[in-house]
């Protein structure tokens, strides 16, 4: 069964601090991971996918990272805004048995400081 | 192009009572995901249909929940006999399908608030 987790739960940085998110993925069998936003009440805004043979994918202040060997991925974020402050998720579409689901991790829920 | 729609965006029901939720897919898309996000908890994967066809319903609760994406029309989420429990976010997501490595991506709706007195 795949399990996502992400660590921290909570991050809280001031305003233009340069920070990374990490997730982890017990899994190696995947077609592809997506990064998410999501803001208190709302839906998911997709961020970043990249696809199981790619490293990397990068828009605007946001870079994300792939290793599927070692069943991890990064999210990085440049010159960290106020606007920034939501809770960032993590999901991987598992490729086993025919199934497309995505499995999610918990979230990171961060706070830039002004 | 519009996005993936999901009505209504908040519906309140007594215990008892039956929920429907209804998402459109994105123009073009011919697969329908549910996701439910309880309270303080991640999103669970629920049911994954195509036209007029359950795929993968693992995550579906065994009783009370059912999913259907008809020829025509909304795929729709039922929750008969709603109970407190059944409180949470679900979210629709659709994709152009899976045969196609890069068309795999999921775009998700905004979200069907459940509040259940």
């Known amino acids: 069964k795949q399990e996502v987790t992400q660590i921290p739960a909570a991050l809280s940085v001031p305003e233009g601090e340069n920070l990374v998110l990490n997730c982890s993925f017990t899994?190696?069998?995947?077609?592809?991971l997506q990064w998410f936003r999501q803001d208190p009440g709302k839906g998911l805004t997709s961020l970043l996918l990249?696809?199981?043979?790619?490293r990397e994918q990068t828009s605007g202040r946001l870079n994300a990272s792939l290793d599927k060997s070692s069943g991890r991925s990064t999210l990085y974020i440049a010159a960290s805004q106020p606007g920034d402050s939501a809770t960032y998720l993590c999901?991987?579409?598992?490729?086993?048995?025919?199934?497309?689901?995505?499995?999610f991790g918990k979230g990171t829920k961060l706070s830039v400081i002004p | 192009n519009a996005g993936v729609m999901q009505n209504p965006r908040h519906l309140v029901r007594r215990r008892g009572q039956e929920a429907r939720l209804r998402c459109s897919p994105m123009?073009?898309?011919?697969?329908v995901y549910w996701y439910r996000q309880l309270p303080e908890e991640g999103l669970k994967f629920m049911v994954y249909?195509?036209?007029?066809?359950?795929?993968?319903e693992s995550g579906m609760p065994k009783e009370r929940f059912s999913a259907e994406f008809p020829k025509e029309g909304p795929s729709i989420l039922r929750i008969q006999q709603v109970v407190r429990g059944d409180s949470a976010a679900y979210f629709c997501?659709?994709?152009?399908?899976?045969?196609?490595?890069?068309?795999?991506?999921?775009?998700f709706g905004p979200g069907t608030r459940l509040t259940v007195l």
């Open positions: 997501a659709s994709s152009p399908g899976v045969r196609v490595r890069s068309s795999n991506e999921q775009f």
């Open positions: 899994d190696s069998a995947i077609y592809n």
């Open positions: 990249i696809q199981s043979s790619q």
């Open positions: 999901a991987v579409l598992y490729s086993g048995a025919g199934s497309y689901q995505l499995t």
């Open positions: 123009k073009g898309h011919s697969h």
């Open positions: 249909l195509q036209k007029e066809n359950i795929i993968d």
